[in-house]
């Protein structure tokens, strides 16, 4: 008998958790064998097999919508906010880490402060902002406003992981000759990876999906990312279910692949930020 107990006291919680993951997992195949269907289908039945494998939404949402520009604009915004975060917030990190300068407690405090203050009161001041700089529907637009909210986690992180290395490795770099630029970017760079690809993960996955200033800094369809183009299969009294799910598996799908192809990294750089930081 006690066994037995001693077996399900294993086997429970493996089963509770086999469970949570199939909740997570679920969405996802239910959204992907939904983009097989016609909307009568759809309609007919949400939860339910496709009858048929029927990929022309598939075909129609490339031939018949701007799909690849609006994923362009992703990759564009997620690249190269994610560049500047990241070399921004390594340097500035750094600097408020290693130098006592006056002002050094207002600066660091100010990125911060930028942790604090909720993301969606800044929309209508960014708004007005922007349309009064006529940074609006251009193709920067949203690189500007990824870079700001995501500079004061990688300042915090990287300012928090620098203090953990000894200092002893940039003195002896001095008496070896090397300059300043050359112990930044050669000695103490490769120290701060597994911080720095932390914040990657949060930056990108961020960009990657954001969608209110997406919503309101963008208007056209050229500078649209794909979570706005999406909306875009919603009309005034009906829904194209179908097409908008398999415009969420085209999006999704190489956020997925980079993930699944990292993922050791990935791991890494979250148990070490989590140590470190």
Known sequence: MKDTGRKLL??????????FSI???????????????DKSEFYESPLALPKSLDF??????????????WMGNTVRNSVLSLFFI?????VT?????????RGRNVVYNYFLLGMLVPVHALIVPMYVLFTKAGFTDNWFTLVLPYTALGLPIAVFLVESYVKS????????????????????FSIILPICKPILVTVGIIQFFYAWNEFTFALI????????????GITLFKGQFTTDYPKMMTA???????????YFIFSKQIIKGMVAGAVKG
């Not at 990241?86 to 390594?90: R, S, V």
């Open 56 to 69: 022309s939404h598939y075909i129609s949402i490339f031939t018949n919508s701007n799909i690849l520009t």
């Open 10 to 19: 294993r086997v429970i919680p493996n089963v509770v958790l086999m469970l």
């Open 23 to 37: 909740t997570c997992i679920f969405p996802a195949i239910w959204l992907f064998y939904s983009s097989l269907k």
């Open 86 to 90: 990241l070399l921004i917030g390594f």
């Open 217 to 228: 800094l963008t208007d056209s369809e050229k500078w649209m990312p794909v979570p706005v």
């Open 248 to 258: 969420m598996i085209i999006a999704i799908f190489p956020a997925m692949l980079i």
């Open 165 to 184: 290395i000894p200092s002893e490795v940039e003195e002896a770099a001095a008496i070896d000759g090397s300059s300043l630029h050359r112990t930044l």
């Open 93 to 101: 990190g750094y600097f408020l880490s290693r130098y006592k300068f």
